[in-house]
């Protein structure tokens, strides 16, 4: 599994969801001008970001069940 290339990618994918989560979460928290101008735009690129992560996630599930 640490020598699959794939599984580092769905690692990868995963972490920056969290990132932006988290980046999204303290924005709100803070408000202000910033999160007026651009929560929604941080929720779609976590929503875009969750789904590459969601179908990774997917394909190396079904590639190491012998798909």
Same mark, same amino acid.
């Given at each position: ?5 794939? /599984?580092?990618?769905?690692? $990868? ?6 990132? %932006? ?12 001008? /910033?999160?007026?101008?651009? $929560? ?6 976590? %929503? ?20």
């Amino acid at each position: 599994m640490l020598s699959d290339p794939l /599984f580092y990618l769905v690692v $990868a994918a995963v972490l920056i969801v969290a990132g %932006i989560l988290l980046f999204g979460i303290g924005t709100f928290g803070r408000g202000g001008e /910033f999160n007026h101008k651009h $929560a929604n735009r941080i929720m779609r690129w976590r %929503i875009g970001a969750q789904f590459v992560a969601v179908l990774l996630i997917l394909l190396y599930v079904w590639l190491r069940r012998g798909g």
